[in-house]
């Protein structure tokens, strides 16, 4: 059970302008009032005047035309956002590439850029060395000061303290207990807030779908490794040590290929990038690449299409271990594998309903993720929050 405890005043203050705010910001595009943020909320209007006071005099909202109130009483004045009131880089760290963003306060990514890197063994410095260039070049590429940035967000691969943004592991770079977080702030000289990959591209792909931002949700990303993320009711579970949805190590055959974990049949070596190289090499076919194998496939080789069957049954079975430990509404499948090869989606798709209960069939809806770039999204998003919690609490 959650511990409860006492709101203070303060809490209660910042909690009524949060409410109010994304009221204002999920209305951009009608005529909100006073009048109509008095309805929604029930508030007095002596308290929502006091509230959208204090946002403007603090440069998050400001006024705009007159809107009618109905047939009676006078016209309302129309409240707007600050279009630049928070601005906030997004960066993602993955193996092979740093992915860079820039978010402005009405959730539009005014720039982006992804820089490729080259080779491994990359050091925690040198990483955000090159991402803080990106960010310098990203941000002259856009008219955009460093100095009008407000928080920096961090998605990176591994298992992360995102209280801290210390990096417990990650095998991928080889880093051990990593202060991230501490390393970003020194360097940035700005608020920075660090989440693992996985948890960033959920909080990522829940602000650009509003349909699911409320909603019990698994995320799923198959590529150069596997990961998943889980949400109930919007809020993003994470467990004891933020290692919530690590299922790369989920057994599909107990003696099956040769784990780096040291043990046998695990996901990660059937579905990521590299695994489907391998295996298809183990198999005597010389590829050099997954569009090889797709390729392939579409040309409905024989090889290829047992290959995919196979595949498809091996995530198949590691959506239906989803199902069953996590209940949620959705099932979202993305990931640079699935994304570039949609084949594997729907092969797999057409045979998880066979391994389900009826009843757990009934209301699931399992998605292919079209969306890239969440987890650079995601922490520009996770970046705001933190922030404009920090801002709204301080009042």
Known sequence: MQKRSVQSQSDIKANNCKLVLNIIRDNQNSNISRADIAKITKMSATSITRITELLMASGFVRQSESVANGN?????IKLEV????????????????IGICILNFVDDFTAHKRIRLEGTGYQAKEILEIAYQGCLGLCADSSCRMEDIDAVGISCIGNID??????????QFQWKDVELGQMAREK??????VDNDMKSSLIGLAHRRKDIRHEDVTYLSIGTGVGSAIMYAG?????????AGEVGHIILESSGRLCDCGSTGCVQTYLTKNSLIEQCREQGHEVKDVHQIYEAYRRKEGWASEFVERQGQYL????RNLVYMYNTRYILVGGAIVTDFPELFHVTKGKVSGLLHDNLRKGLQIEMVKERDNSRAGAAFAAQEAFLEQMLCAE
Request: aromatic share 12%.
């Open 316 to 319: 198949a079975m590691l959506i």
């Open 235 to 243: 809020s993003i579970v994470r467990g004891s040590d933020n290692a």
């Open 72 to 76: 009676v009483g006078r016209n309302g």
């Open 162 to 171: 995102y209280k801290t943004g210390t990096v417990f592991f990650a095998p």
């Open 188 to 193: 940035f000289q700005k608020p920075v807030y």
């Open 82 to 97: 600050e279009t630049d009131a928070v601005l906030t880089l997004g960066i993602s760290i993955d193996s092979d590439y």
